[in-house]
Structures are given as structure tokens and as C-alpha cells.
């Protein structure tokens, strides 16, 4: 069974940073590439960038490039997301999610998403 | 970046009717080569993660009731639920996985009437 199971909820100050994780199981970690979504509180879903565990090839939005850094470790199966200095506007739910790859290298739509981490940063 | 506009916001409809959800992409996610589109349909209920609903605009992920449908090519989509159930109340997303960044929708709103 293909799982995705992300770290627990922070609770940050400006400034200070930060690193969320995502924990593969149940398939090729190197295989699929991995996202991260996020979503502001009552606002809808933003798609952040993705990684290929396979080679560790990223690919940033270009609202999130140079705010965040995606990062994965093929031996522990496990993606990361990470901040240097947080913003209150960090302030949000993130989501890693599995792309579909249906031939090597391909990312398709997200078909298992984790259960979400809540990331809290206020003063 | 593709904008993906979706419309209406928000909808009520009566159990067991219709309820249609439109999605407009800025350019089209046809790919000519697999002769597919590249749009996907997302349902979140409150306090989960999405579910991913239909792929390749048409294709329902297995599991998924046939009460909904995809539909659309090029730049204009549809899904649409046939009869409304209480457990279909959610927010809707489209998402294209055309070309990078892979953008979704604003969301639509659907509750009963």
C-alpha cells in the first residue's frame, strides 16, 4: 500500500527555520516524483515544486524559487521541505503528494497525497 | 504560467441533481504526442487532503463512484456529478500537469441546496 506520511505540526517565529518531511512507502521511492502543495488557511491549493528522487532534479514555482528548498534522501526514502528564515506568511498546511509516472521520468497528476503538515510561525 | 480559472466559486444543488464544475485553462494542455490532455480533478473534504477524482480529464481513478465524470479537451473542461449526495459536498480543484509550474484551479465550493 502506497503511503505518504509527513511530520507533525510546527509552531515557529520569524526567522527561525525549518525542515518538514515526507516518508515513502509501499513503492519505488526513486521512481515517482514527489510535490509539495500548499495551502493557506480557508485559500485553495498551490503547487510549490517537485523532485525526482531517482537523480534529485527540482523543479520550483516560480512564486516559491529562492523561498524554499525541496530536497530528498533515496536511502531513507523520505522528501524534504525546508525554509532558512520564515515569514508569518509561511503560515499554511503543506502537502507532499505523489506524481504518477507512466514511463520514466514523467509526472502525471497526483494520485497519493500525505496527511498534511501544519506549519504555524507567529512572534 | 497556465492560469487555471474555474467557475462558478461556489454552487448549491439539490440532492440528486446535477452539479457542473467548469474549468478554463490559458493555453491548452493537449498533448498531441499521447493524444491526451493533461488535466486532473481534485476533491477535499474539509480537514483532509485532496483526492484525486479523474485524470487525462476523463479517466475516473479507480474507486471513484461514476456518478462523476471529466470531460473537455484543449482548454475547456467539465466535470460534472450526475445526482448529487451528501457526501459529495467539497471543494472542487482542476490541475493542469502540462508544463511546469503544474497549476490548479481556485477551487469551487459545492453544498446543498
Known amino acids: 500500500e502506497v503511503q505518504l506520511v509527513q511530520s507533525g505540526a510546527e509552531v515557529k517565529k520569524p526567522g527561525e527555520s525549518l525542515k518538514i518531511s515526507c516518508k515513502a512507502s509501499?513503492?519505488?521511492?526513486?521512481?515517482?516524483?514527489i510535490a509539495w502543495v500548499r495551502q493557506k488557511p480557508g485559500k485553495g491549493l498551490e503547487w510549490m515544486g517537485i523532485?525526482?528522487?531517482?537523480?534529485?532534479?527540482?523543479r520550483y514555482s516560480p512564486s516559491f524559487q529562492g523561498q524554499v528548498t525541496i530536497s530528498a534522501d533515496e536511502s531513507i526514502s523520505t522528501a524534504y521541505l525546508q525554509w532558512s528564515s520564515l515569514k508569518a506568511s509561511d503560515t499554511a498546511m503543506y502537502y507532499c503528494?505523489?506524481?504518477?509516472?507512466?514511463?520514466?521520468?514523467?509526472?502525471?497528476?497526483?494520485?497519493?497525497w500525505g496527511q498534511g503538515t501544519l506549519v504555524t510561525v507567529s512572534s | 504560467d497556465i492560469v487555471m480559472t474555474q467557475s462558478p466559486d461556489s454552487l448549491a444543488v439539490s440532492l440528486g441533481e446535477r452539479a457542473t464544475i467548469n474549468c478554463k485553462s490559458s493555453q491548452s494542455v493537449f498533448y498531441s504526442s499521447d493524444n491526451e490532455n493533461y488535466l486532473a480533478w481534485y476533491q477535499q473534504k474539509p480537514g483532509q487532503p485532496p483526492k484525486l477524482l479523474i485524470y487525462?480529464?476523463?479517466t475516473r481513478e479507480s474507486g471513484v463512484p461514476d456518478r462523476f465524470s471529466g470531460s473537455g479537451s484543449g482548454t475547456d473542461f467539465t466535470l460534472t456529478i450526475s445526482s448529487l449526495q451528501a457526501e459529495d459536498v467539497a471543494i472542487y480543484y482542476c490541475q493542469q500537469y502540462y508544463i511546469t509550474p503544474y497549476t490548479f484551479g481556485q477551487g469551487t465550493k459545492l453544498e446543498i441546496k
Open positions: 503528494a505523489r506524481h504518477v509516472g507512466r514511463y520514466s521520468g514523467s509526472s502525471h497528476e497526483l494520485d497519493y
Open positions: 509501499g513503492y519505488s521511492f526513486t521512481s515517482s516524483w
Open positions: 487525462w480529464a476523463s
Open positions: 523532485i525526482y528522487p531517482h537523480d534529485s532534479d527540482t
